[in-house]
């Protein structure tokens, strides 16, 4: 247990960065989504793409909120996002939206699979009747990642290797999660979990995802990562207790730092050889905990995420 209090210390206090947003290369002539873009992390990661001239799409649930956040952004940045609806804890949902995005998009050069929810109250499920962190976090980009597939695979059929990503966001609290199958939907398994180890399961998700991807499409031209962005003041933590709050204002980053490492892993040229690879703060290759490179894992939790959307 030592080694992972050590390895989640060494992620929660990381040193000085050494890459910063003004380090992102121009992305003229890309097209880049960003799920969950309609505030924090995502939303920072859209607005220094938009100033590095990117095509961007904002996906996110509610579209009041992802119009404003559009809003706000045409007002930092003189340029204008496009919105695309994208319910993650619903499935036809996410279905609907990545057809959407299929026909208003021959080409993905960059998807960042960033919208997260954290530690909701336990009764809260998906629409479909799956825990809303896993679903959501995991099952939820699953299915949008595949339904949009020919579009990332297009993108790589027609530019320079290493050029197409796929950035999925994880945490270092995967240090702190391990699969059990048995709370993936609601049931007396899942109800005597708490919500911070349901949280931990679906970022250890997260990061098998993330390595089966790379494992899958990385000789089709797709480079896949997962990451964990730091420890970040965002609305993530909305579910906290006001004890928690108060420590994570404490120890947590402005929100400017959030975007980097998603950054460095969609947009640089080093990053056409991070394929497989595991991120953390800021800017830097890190390791999983040992189950989160699995290829075993990797493949079972693959085909179980497939089983689940063979019939949307």
């Known amino acids: 247990m030592g080694h992972i209090w050590s390895a989640y210390i060494r992620e929660t206090f990381p040193p ?8 992102v ?25 938009l100033t590095k001239n990117a095509k961007v799409y904002v996906a996110c649930r509610d579209k009041a909120k992802g119009e404003a956040a559009i809003r706000e952004l ?9 919105f695309l609806q994208l319910n993650l804890a619903n499935l036809k949902s996410v279905k609907a939206s990545g ?9 993905l050069h960059v ?8 530690t909701p109250p336990i009764e809260m499920l998906t629409d479909d009747g799956y825990d809303l962190q896993f679903g959501t976090n995991v099952l939820g980009h699953f299915y949008f990642t595949k339904i949009v597939m020919p579009a990332l695979l297009a993108g790589a059929a027609q530019s320079p290797a290493g050029t197409v990503r796929i950035v999925n966001t994880a945490s270092n609290a995967h240090w702190f999660g391990s699969l059990d199958y048995n709370t993936f939907k609601d049931s007396p398994a899942r109800k005597q979990k708490s919500a911070m180890s349901l949280y931990g399961q679906s970022k250890m998700g997260n990061v098998l995802f993330a390595a089966e991807l790379a494992r899958r499409y990385g000789d089709q031209g797709i480079v896949s ?31 400017s730092f959030g975007p980097l490492t998603q950054l460095y892993a969609g947009t640089t040229a080093e990053g056409a050889n ?32 497939e089983e689940q ?4």
């Not at 000085?16 to 380090?23: L, N, Y």
């Not at 121009?26 to 992390?41: P, Y």
């Not at 057809?99 to 080409?107: I, N």
Request: aromatic share 8%; hydrophobic share 35%; proline share 5%.
């Open 16 to 23: 000085s960065t050494k890459f910063h947003a003004s380090d």
């Open 25 to 49: 290369p121009d992305m003229s002539g890309k097209v880049v989504l960003v799920t969950g873009a309609n505030a924090g992390i995502g939303k920072e990661t859209a607005r220094v793409l």
């Open 74 to 82: 045409k007002e930092s940045t003189g340029k204008e996002a496009c």
């Open 99 to 107: 057809e959407e995005f299929l026909r208003r998009e021959p080409v």
């Open 111 to 118: 998807l960042f699979n960033n919208a997260g929810v954290m």
């Open 225 to 255: 990562t997962a990451l964990n962005p730091g420890g970040i003041r965002t609305e993530l933590s909305r579910h906290y207790d006001s004890f928690s709050k108060m420590i994570g204002n404490m120890l947590f980053h402005d929100i």
């Open 274 to 305: 991070l394929n497989g690879k595991y991120l953390v703060p800021w800017a830097r290759i890190g390791n999983t905990h040992p189950e989160g490179q699995d290829p075993q894992q990797a493949s079972e939790l693959w085909n179980w995420l």
């Open 309 to 312: 959307v063979k019939d949307v």
